[in-house]
């Protein structure tokens, strides 16, 4: 069996991380449109370090976190760096806080990814090894990309069984946005899912989905059954596969909405779940105890109103997943909203709930977790946050709540990392690293415009809004400047062309320099994310009603670059994993 991650594990790990970062960290907040004009590349990057990453092959570049040292750079290139007396590499840092030496530097981050840390639980572990059976259908599917199919199939999967072995009634997915995740939960588990999204946009879209949706599931399920009625029965294959394909899906003769629903049911009454109610009381179709007595109740409430409804609406009636339009704030209370908003999906009066969040940008990840404690009915939570460069720190502006550091030891430590930082944390190293392709050069005329501005004895805005974007639209650096001394309502100070062009010449070498600053910054990366969520990590295990917190990675890296999860229950729970 896999042990459980303890929170001493986690606290080594924050100070290991922390650690090795804290030098690097006016490396890792620079900005490229200060590269130049702030020397970047002479003030963090050593003579050494800087002759090694320009030696590199692009190939070589693009995978920088991944090299070893004695592959890649050259001894002559160590003469700076510090050894002891085995010749190992001393110390990675130069004085500066910046990169002394490469290989170091590589290695010791390399040791601060969360893989390395001891720090993660296997979803296997989670899930004792029991994925569903169930092949995701594709008519659920549709309308997403395949990095959304890639998320929803194994979020869905593995809310389903936290939610069951939690004895949860209800999914409250946070951020929900289109509903690709509720819809999913709620069609194919027969989960009912309340999604909350701030977005009028997004609940509407995500309403007219699952309207679609349901119907085609309708559809879809009808010729399941008719496929495996005509495989039991005695008929010829062939008249069997031509009598199956005549059935037309979208007959106006379907008259079962409900029939998605109409497995045989046990009626629990609320707080008095079967207690054999655990994952193996569902079948390979997803019915569970839980999951048939909440359906009867909107079953119910369906059939009540069924005369003054069309077919259509008949058929999104007994949908369990109802999207909301609201901003959700760590204090609220979610048991009144779902009474108001969503009492079809739930008959009592207080329902144990299962928080979900599939990519809770910013600061909603944490609010998701404060939601998670606050709330006595919130009783098990699966969370994966991203665009960290949204949240607030400590200290930062008037934020209600802080966002980092939110564990006691975080706190204590003085964790700080900065915009900069976390916006580096959200890059998609592995998407950047299977592109192949090098990243950075991109910022070069954004970085020529601040030095020319300086040149011509204009201060630089501290931000310069509307350049995002702007070198693509430009084909060379004279236009791009023209175009950007627009925006700043600069027109007349623009230089003559064929100054713009000595002046772009001079710089000719930049872009190479910038590219490989930007993959030894890219290095960076996995270990701001690690810090960020071992603190969210460390904050649920501080919790006396957190039984137990584990951090996992959900989803293919390359896939879906944010792919780590937040997992944890409270109470004990009969059969739960570990034991
Ligand atoms: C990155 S999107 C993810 C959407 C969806 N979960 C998915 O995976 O497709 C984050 C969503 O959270 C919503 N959101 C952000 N802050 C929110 C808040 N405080 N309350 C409710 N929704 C919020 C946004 O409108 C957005 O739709």
């Known amino acids: 069996m896999e042990k459980t991650v303890e929170t001493d594990v986690v606290y080594a790990a924050i100070h290991q991380v922390r650690d090795f970062l804290t030098p690097y960290l006016g490396l890792a907040n620079t900005h490229g449109a200060e590269f130049l004009s702030d020397d970047h590349w002479g003030k963090y990057v050593s003579p050494a370090a800087q002759s090694g990453l320009l030696e590199l092959s692009c190939e070589n570049l693009v995978d920088l976190s991944s090299l070893t040292i004695q592959d890649n750079f050259k ?96 999914v409250v997915d946070v951020g929900s946005g289109k509903g690709y995740f509720a819809s999913e939960m709620s069609l194919r588990h027969k989960i009912p899912v309340v999604g909350f999204d701030s977005s009028d946009t997004n609940t509407h879209g995500a309403s007219q989905r699952d309207k679609k949706l349901s119907k085609k599931w309708v559809g879809l399920e009808r010729r399941k059954k008719l496929k495996q009625a005509y495989c039991h029965s005695d008929t010829n294959t062939d008249e069997k596969e031509s009598a199956y394909e005549n059935q037309d899906i979208h007959s106006p003769n379907v008259t079962l909405p409900c029939d998605v629903h109409t497995k045989p049911s046990i009626a629990v009454a609320p707080g008095n779940k079967n207690s054999n109610d655990n994952y193996n009381d569902y079948n390979s179709s997803g019915s569970s105890l839980c999951a048939t007595k909440t359906f009867q109740s909107s079953e119910s409430a369906s059939l009540s109103r069924k005369s003054h409804l069309s077919q259509e609406e008949q058929m999104t009636n007994c949908n369990l997943y109802r999207p909301v339009t609201l901003f959700v704030h760590p204090e609220m209370d979610l048991c009144k909203v779902i009474q108001q908003e969503a ?225 944890a229950w409270k109470g004990t729970l009969k059969n739960e994993p570990f034991g």
């Open 75 to 170: 001894e002559s290139n160590l003469s700076t760096a510090e050894k002891n007396e085995n010749g190992v590499l001393l110390c990675a840092r130069q004085t500066d806080h910046g990169v002394k030496d490469l290989g170091s530097f590589i290695t010791e981050a390399r040791m601060c990814h969360l893989d390395r840390l001891d720090v993660l639980t296997s979803l296997d572990a989670i899930l004792k090894g029991r994925h569903s059976t169930q092949n995701t259908t594709s008519v659920v599917s549709e309308a997403m990309s395949e990095k959304k199919i890639h998320e929803v199939g194994i979020m869905v999967d593995a809310v389903s069984f936290l939610y069951r072995i939690t004895h949860s009634d209800l």
């Open 343 to 567: 009492q079809q999906l739930e008959s009592t009066v207080s329902p144990r709930l299962f928080l979900s969040g599939l990519h809770t940008c910013g600061s909603l990840a944490v609010t998701t977790l404060n939601l998670f404690l606050r709330d006595p009915n919130a009783v098990g939570l699966c969370c994966v946050g991203c665009c960290y460069q949204l949240m607030e720190e400590q200290g930062s502006n008037n934020q209600q709540e802080d966002h980092f550091p939110i564990s006691s030891c975080g706190k204590i430590m003085g964790l700080q990392l900065g915009r900069n930082a976390r916006n580096l944390a959200s890059q998609s190293v592995h998407r950047i690293r299977a592109s192949g392709q090098l990243q950075g050069g991109d910022f070069l005329w954004r970085a020529l415009l601040n030095v020319l501005l300086l040149e011509l004895g204009i201060t630089v805005p501290d931000r310069i809004i509307g350049m995002r974007g702007l070198n693509k639209r430009n084909a060379t650096f004279q236009d791009y400047a023209a175009a950007a001394f627009k925006k700043l309502g600069l027109t007349d100070r623009l230089p003559e062309v064929h100054m713009l062009r000595s002046f772009e010449d001079q710089y000719k070498d930049a872009r190479a320099r910038m590219s490989a600053f930007f993959q030894l910054k890219l290095v960076l990366a996995p270990v701001i994310e690690a810090l960020i969520l071992l603190d969210r990590l460390a904050f649920l295990l501080e919790q006396d009603t957190v039984n137990k917190a584990h951090l996992v990675q959900l989803f293919d890296p390359v896939t879906s670059p944010r792919c780590f999860a937040l997992i």
